[in-house]
């Protein structure tokens, strides 16, 4: 078990007040920080350090997946896939089409979260090409198969579609795997954050060391 208190013990996630006692000569330590305490939304692991020094620390420990989304409709999903993508120490997401997004649902995670910018889906598929990446396109379109029972690629980018158009044709030409999420409701599809926290925890639960999670 880690030492210290674990998640349910974070308590409200107002943060910590000015540092009390010697102060600490670690220069992860932001000084500004522990003089004025530390709100931010960060786990207690990382309070008081710089923001360079927890990205450094999180890039340390990054998984090899990947995990892209399509903005060419409403980009009101990115922000969510992004939060998840840095709970989970994804490597980078990748926004394609469309520049701007709205990042108020990522909750400023932004800030510690790698993010790489395609114009299209098909520098995308270059791109995982030249790093080794399988592409895993998200839909449920005909020819997927089921995700809950799928052996997920270690070095991987996974897509998810636009809200509304799902999944390009370009991404579901160029993938080399194609998963749905079983649904057993009226819906037709569910949300794209919501479907990317899904199987951003599939692949999880199939790759990571869990002795190293918070
Ligand atoms: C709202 S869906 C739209 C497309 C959907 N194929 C449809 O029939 O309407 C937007 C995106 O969320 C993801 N998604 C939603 N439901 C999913 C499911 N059951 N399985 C896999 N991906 C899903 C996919 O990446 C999809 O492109």
Request: hydrophobic share 15%; charged share 40%; glycine share 20%.
């Given at each position: 078990m880690p030492e210290g208190p674990g998640p349910t013990e974070w308590?409200?996630?107002?943060g910590v007040g000015p540092w009390t006692g010697p102060l600490p000569?670690?220069?992860?330590?932001?000084p500004d920080l522990l003089a004025d305490g530390d709100t931010r939304n960060v786990v207690d692991a990382y309070r008081y350090w710089t923001r360079e020094a927890i990205i450094a620390d999180i890039d340390s420990r990054r998984h090899p997946l990947h995990v892209a989304i399509e903005n060419?409709?409403?980009?009101?999903n990115i922000g969510g896939v992004v939060r998840t993508a840095n709970a989970f120490a994804v490597d980078t997401v990748h926004i394609v089409g469309?520049?701007?997004?709205?990042?108020?649902?990522a909750m400023v995670t932004d800030r510690y979260q790698r993010l790489c910018h395609h114009d299209t889906t098909a520098e995308l598929l270059e791109f995982a090409r030249g790093r080794g990446l399988a592409v895993v396109a998200v839909d449920n379109v005909p020819g997927s198969v089921r995700l809950e029972t799928a052996e997920l690629p270690r070095d991987a980018v996974m897509v998810f579609g636009s809200?509304?158009?799902?999944?390009?044709d370009d991404a579901r030409a160029g993938a080399d795997l194609l998963v749905s999420i079983a649904q057993f409701g009226s819906t037709r599809s569910i949300n794209a954050s919501v479907a990317a926290g899904i199987a951003m925890h599939a692949w999880i639960r199939q790759h990571a060391d869990l002795g190293r999670a918070w």
């Open positions: 308590g409200s996630g107002n000569r670690d220069p992860r330590y932001d060419f409709g409403s980009d009101a469309k520049r701007r997004w709205n990042r108020r649902g809200e509304g158009p799902g999944i390009s």
